[in-house]
């Protein structure tokens, strides 16, 4: 018998609208514990400081809370703690690899190839490195049941690939992507590979070193911590040869008038006082997650996702993405016939039931399936079959709301 996790989130049992709260759009953000609470609320109400800068007693306990936390990503990840750099979330973190590592490495008639199911995050800078360098942009696109082209990886990861940038679990699709195998094959043509990790590190284990990711992105508030703070990891190699992304405090050896040299990793990476509150909030978030256990989370969402799509399948107006494949976790994506997503999303707010509708920050993926929104469920291990039901009966409820017959 599973805990009952919702004793530990307040806002879940909360009222929305009137209704219980079946909250549905962990895919976008997760709630927050009260464990991690405290640890933000205990940090500022008794550590605050600003790290690494002051030599008192407060600043040391400010850096205690900063490090630790990066020793607990490390440890998460299977790193080494200067291979973490603390970001503000996913997208900046492959921000980070783009500016620092794809401007300085990349030229004219070198590719990147990314997959058609990439969020803009992982998307947008890449076509800002392809026009500053000249590289050129390739993707590889989907297969009948939504999994990768296995044609495509083949034939456009070349010698001419220098890197390939993929996600790990997309986030409209709900898909898992080898990236192990995808490591291995982009490592052999001479790539590296950049994952972004935003949807798998909060839901499965990860191991760079058994990925052999070069780079992994992901962003603290989708597993249970606050905004503001996110994790680049990169084999320490590859970020000792990167320029600094941003310039300025703390992240400098010597200045001189016109010259400067860089601090050692990771401080090299971080210009500028930290989020320590959000570090200290993704530590807390960490330890819960833990604590529950990925063997647990998964159980859970595999059961919910099992369920909603066995329950939406039953009937006839709703359409279902990617919902064959057995690589899928915790998201499911569906249409409702002759309803517009934002009707669906808000026909189901008012009873209670918050999930996502619209593009999911993955137009060129619409485009390619032919849609132009969808609805998304995505779930989590506090989620319930009553949220899953609540979901599935709000369903129902949502044709005869628009008067369709
Ligand atoms: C797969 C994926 N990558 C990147 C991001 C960007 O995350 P953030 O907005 O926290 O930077 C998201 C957010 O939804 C995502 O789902």
Known sequence: MDKNFLNDFPILRGKMNGQPLAYLDNGATTQKPESVVRSICGYYGGCNANPHRGVYELSVRATQVYESARKKIANLLNADTREIIFTKNATESLNLVAYSYGLTNLHAGDEILITIAEHHSNLVPWQMVARATGATLNYIYLAADGNLSAQDIATKLTARTKILAVTQISNVLGLINDVKKLAAQAHEVGAIIVVDGAQSVPHIPVDVRDIDADFLAFSGHKMLSPMGIGVLYGKRELLEEMP????????????????????ELPQKFEAGTQNVGGAAGLSAAVDYLQSVGFDTVARIERDLTNFAIAELKRLPYVELYGCDAPNKVGIVTFNIRDVHPHDVATILDAQGVAIRAGHHCAQPLMKFLGLNATCRASFYFYNTRRDVERLIEAVQSVRSVMHIA
């Open 244 to 263: 600094p992304f941003l310039r300025g405090g703390d992240m400098i050896e010597y200045v001189e008038e016109q010259t400067t040299t860089f601090a």
